[in-house]
C-alpha cells in the first residue's frame, strides 16, 4: 500500500490538532467580521473611537452566538442587536450619574448571569448586553456620540451576520464531517504511539507510555465531541445511532490494543489503569524479542492499520489495499494467527477487531464499500456489521430533577457574581475612576463556566498571569507601533484570532492575548501610558479577589462539595451503565446502553474539570491532590470497562456469535451493589454502608459452573471487563474510606 501525500498527512495533522477546525473557525469568523466593520468605517472616514467600538461590536456579535442550528443563529442575532443598542445608550445616557450607573451595570450583571438558565439564547443576550455596556465605558460613550454609536454597531451586527451566513458558513452536517475525520486522525496518532510503546527502551518507555496515554485522552475527547454534534450533524436517529456505535466500537477497541500492547511486552497482564493514571510506572518487561519475525509482521500491521485507517474512499480502492484489510481482519479466525507468545497472539486478535471497527466506521460514515476481492473472513465481518445495524434503535433519555430557587446555579452565581461586582466598583474607584470597569470585567469573567469556589481562585490565578505577561507585551508593542493606525490595527485581528484559537486550550494565553491587544487600542484612542497598563494589572488583582471573596462568602460551593456531587452522579451513572449491560447480556431487555455510556462520560469530564483544583501544580496539598488523580484515574478504568460491557451488550439479540449468558447477573450483582454503597458513603460519610468483595468473577464462572457450556472468547472478554471492574471498584473504597467486608 502506497504511502500517502505529504499535503494529506498535514491536513490530518491540523484536523486531530483542531476537532471540527472549530477553534480555527472561530477565529477566522471574528477576524473577518471585525475586518469587515474596520473597512466600511474607513470607507465613511471615521474616527478612531468608532473604528474601535466598531471592532469590540463586532466580535461580541459573533463569539456570543452559541446555537448549533442556523436558524436560531439568525433568531438570536437578531434579537441580540436590540439589546446591544439599549445597553450602548443606557451607558451613554447614565455616565453623568454615577450612582445609578453603577447601580444599572450590577443589575445588568445579575441579569446577563441569570439568563444563562434559559440556554444558549439567554447566555448569548446576557453576554451582549453585558460587553456591549462594557464597550461604551471603554470609548467613553456620550449623548452626543450616541448616534454614531449606534450605526457602529447597526454594521457591526450586520458584517458579523454577512461573514456568518455567508463568507464563513458553517453548517452541524459539515462540522460533524470534519469531527468524525479529526477521529480518524487521533486514532492514527494513537496508533502511532502505541507502535513506538512497542519498541521503547528502558530509557524511553515512560515517554512512550505518556504519549499514549494523552493520545487514548485525545481520541476519547473527540469522540465526546462528536456526540455532542450528532443530533443536528445527522439526517434522522436511525443515522445518528449508527455513527455512535461505531465511533465507540473504535475507541474501545483501540484502547483495548494499546492494553494487549503493554501485556505482550511486560511478564504480567498491564492493568488499565495504566493508561489513566498520570506517573502509573509502566509494567516489568522491555521491547518485544524478534520470535521467527513475528514482532516484525506485527509492527508492519500496525502501521498498515493507520494507513488503512486514514485511506480516503476516493483512493480505497485495488487489489493491493483489500488484501491488506483481508489480512488484518483475517487475525479475528485462530487459524489466521501467527505464530508466538499467547500474548502476542492477542495483540494480533486485537489488530483484527480494530479492523472490523475501522471497517464499520468507514461502512457508517462513507457508505457501501467494495467487496468484489473479500475473504470469507471479511464477508463474515461485514455481516457481523450489517446484523448490527439491524440492531439499532433509540430509546427516551431520561429526564434530570431541576434544582430551584438559590440552589438553582445560575440563581446562585447570579448573586456571587452582582456582589463580587459590587465590591470591584467600589475597590476599582479607589485605584482609578476612569478604568474601574476592569475589575467588574474580571470579576464578570471568573464567574464564566465556574461553578466552585476553587475553580474560581484557579482563573482568577490564570487570568492575572496572563494578564502580567500582556501588559508587558503590550508595553513594547505601543513602544513600536507608536501611532500607526492600520498597524496596530492589523496586530489587534492578529492578536483576536489568537485569542480565539487558544481560548479553549489555555486561559493564561487568552488572557494574555487580550491584554497585549487592549495595549494596543489604548494606543489608538490615545490613552496609553505605562501606568494604564500597569493599573491593569492592580484592577484584574482586584477583581478576581472580589470573585474570590464573594464564591466564599456568598451561597458559597465548596470545591469539596463539588466534587462529592459530581463524585456521586458519576457513581450512579457507572452503576447504571453497568446494571443495564449486564441485565442484558443475561438475557433481559434491550435498552438504551450507548447513551447511558456517554452520560457516564460526560459526568466523569464533569468531575475530572472540578478537580482541576485539586490538582493544580501550584496546590500545596500534595497527598489530596495524589488522591484525587489517583480516583479520577480509577474512575475513567471502570468507564472503560462499562463502556465495553455496554457495546458488547448492545451486540445482543442479533450478532451471529454471540448469545446470552443467565450467569452473568449473579456476577454482576456484587459490583453493581458495591458501586451504589460507595456513592451511598460519598453522599452520607457518616454511613454505615459496607462494601463485599469475594472470589474472583472468572472464577464464579468457570466453566461448568451451574451445568452452563464453556464460554468463547466474546463471554470470556465480558468475564474479564466485569472482573476488572469488580477490582477497580473495590480500589475505589480504600482512598474513599469505605470500609469493606471480607466473606470468611
Not at 494487549?260 to 521491547?287: C, I, K, M, N, W
Not at 495524589?626 to 451486540?651: F, G, K, N, P
Amino acid at each position: 500500500m502506497s504511502g500517502r501525500s505529504a499535503r494529506a498527512e498535514l491536513w490530518d495533522r491540523i484536523a486531530a490538532s483542531d476537532p471540527g477546525l472549530l477553534r480555527l473557525t472561530a477565529g477566522l469568523r471574528t477576524v473577518c467580521a471585525i475586518a469587515l466593520t474596520l473597512a466600511v468605517l474607513a470607507v465613511l472616514a471615521t474616527d478612531v473611537s468608532h473604528l474601535v467600538a466598531g471592532a469590540i461590536a463586532a466580535m461580541v456579535a459573533t463569539f456570543a452566538i452559541r446555537e448549533k442550528e442556523r436558524p436560531e443563529q439568525a433568531v438570536t442575532l437578531a434579537l441580540g442587536l436590540p439589546v446591544a443598542l439599549a445597553s450602548v445608550s443606557l451607558g451613554a445616557l447614565l455616565r453623568s450619574h454615577v450612582v445609578a450607573g453603577d447601580i444599572f451595570f450590577v443589575a445588568l450583571i445579575f441579569s446577563a448571569v441569570y439568563g444563562r438558565r434559559f440556554g444558549d439564547r439567554g447566555t448569548a443576550l446576557g453576554l451582549i448586553g453585558f460587553q456591549v455596556y462594557f464597550l461604551s465605558l471603554f470609548v467613553g460613550a456620550t449623548v452626543s456620540a450616541l448616534p454614531g454609536l449606534c450605526g457602529t454597531i447597526v454594521l457591526a451586527f450586520g458584517s458579523s451576520a454577512l461573514v456568518r451566513f455567508a463568507l464563513v458558513p458553517e453548517t452541524p452536517a459539515g462540522i460533524l464531517d470534519r469531527l468524525r475525520r479529526a477521529f480518524r486522525a487521533r486514532f492514527a496518532q494513537l496508533l502511532s504511539a502505541q507502535v513506538a510503546l512497542l519498541d521503547a527502551g528502558p530509557d524511553d518507555r515512560e515517554k512512550a507510555l505518556e504519549e499514549a496515554r494523552a493520545r487514548t485522552a485525545a481520541l476519547h475527547e473527540t469522540a465526546m465531541m462528536i456526540q455532542g454534534w450528532l443530533e443536528q450533524g445527522t439526517s434522522d436517529e436511525a443515522v445518528a445511532r449508527l455513527v455512535q456505535r461505531r465511533i465507540a466500537d473504535a475507541e474501545i477497541t483501540a484502547e483495548r490494543l494499546g492494553l494487549l500492547l503493554l501485556t505482550a511486552r511486560s511478564t504480567e497482564r498491564a492493568d488499565t489503569l495504566t493508561l489513566h493514571l498520570p506517573g502509573a510506572p509502566l509494567p516489568s518487561g522491555g521491547p518485544l524479542a524478534e520470535h521467527d519475525g513475528t514482532t516484525a509482521t506485527l509492527r508492519r500491521d500496525l502501521e498498515a492499520l493507520r494507513l488503512l485507517l486514514l485511506q480516503p474512499i476516493s483512493e480505497a480502492r485495488g487489489t493491493g489495499l483489500a488484501q491488506v484489510r483481508n489480512r488484518l481482519l483475517g487475525y479475528r479466525e485462530e487459524d489466521n494467527l501467527p505464530p508466538g507468545p499467547t500474548a502476542v497472539q492477542d495483540v494480533f486478535r486485537g489488530i483484527g477487531e480494530a479492523s472490523r471497527a475501522v471497517l464499520g466506521l468507514r461502512m457508517a460514515l462513507e457508505g457501501p464499500q467494495d467487496e468484489t476481492d473479500d475473504t470469507p473472513a471479511t464477508t463474515r465481518s461485514r455481516e457481523e456489521l450489517h446484523a448490527e445495524d439491524a440492531a439499532i434503535s433509540g430509546s427516551e433519555e431520561a429526564q434530570e430533577e431541576e434544582r430551584t430557587g438559590l440552589k438553582r446555579p445560575t440563581t446562585r452565581a447570579a448573586v456571587q457574581v452582582a456582589v463580587g461586582s459590587s465590591l470591584a466598583i467600589v475597590g476599582g474607584e479607589f485605584i482609578s475612576s476612569q478604568r474601574w470597569y476592569w475589575a467588574v470585567l474580571t470579576c464578570w469573567i471568573v464567574f464564566i463556566n465556574t461553578a466552585s469556589t476553587g475553580e474560581i481562585l484557579v482563573k482568577g490565578y490564570r487570568r492575572l498571569l496572563g494578564t502580567v505577561f500582556g501588559v508587558v507585551a503590550g508595553i513594547v508593542l505601543a513602544g513600536l507601533v507608536g501611532h500607526h493606525t492600520w498597524t496596530a490595527f492589523a496586530l489587534v485581528l492578529v492578536f483576536i484570532f489568537a485569542m480565539f484559537y487558544t481560548a479553549p486550550l489555555s486561559f493564561t494565553l487568552m488572557s494574555f492575548f487580550v491584554t497585549a491587544m487592549l495595549g494596543l487600542l489604548y494606543t489608538l484612542l490615545h490613552t496609553y501610558s505605562t501606568t494604564v497598563l500597569v493599573m491593569r494589572i492592580e484592577e484584574t488583582a482586584l477583581g478576581a479577589a472580589c470573585g474570590i471573596v464573594a464564591a466564599a462568602l456568598v451561597l458559597p460551593v465548596h470545591t469539596d462539595r463539588r466534587t462529592d456531587e459530581l463524585l456521586a452522579t458519576v457513581l450512579t451513572r457507572l452503576g447504571d451503565v453497568t446494571d443495564a449491560a449486564v441485565d442484558q447480556l443475561s438475557g433481559g431487555p434491550a435498552v438504551d446502553l450507548l447513551d447511558k455510556a456517554r452520560d457516564l462520560d460526560q459526568a466523569l469530564a464533569d468531575l475530572r474539570a472540578s478537580t482541576q483544583p485539586l490538582t493544580h501544580p501550584i496546590t500545596p496539598l500534595r497527598a489530596r491532590r495524589d488522591t484525587a488523580r489517583y480516583i479520577v484515574a480509577m474512575l475513567e478504568t471502570c468507564a472503560y470497562h462499562a463502556r465495553s460491557l455496554a457495546a458488547t451488550a448492545e451486540l445482543l439479540p442479533e450478532h451471529p456469535s454471540i448469545a446470552a449468558d443467565p450467569r452473568l447477573r449473579v456476577a454482576g450483582r456484587r459490583i453493581v451493589a458495591n458501586i451504589a454503597a460507595i456513592a451511598a458513603h460519598v453522599e452520607d460519610e457518616h454511613g454505615t454502608v459496607r462494601i463485599e468483595t469475594g472470589p474472583s468473577i472468572t472464577s464464579m464462572l468457570k466453566p461448568g459452573t451451574l451445568g452452563a457450556p464453556r464460554y468463547d472468547r466474546v463471554t470470556d472478554r465480558v468475564l474479564r471487563h466485569l472482573q476488572r471492574l469488580d477490582e477497580a471498584v473495590a480500589g475505589l473504597a480504600r482512598p474513599l474510606k469505605v470500609p469493606v467486608d471480607k466473606p470468611d
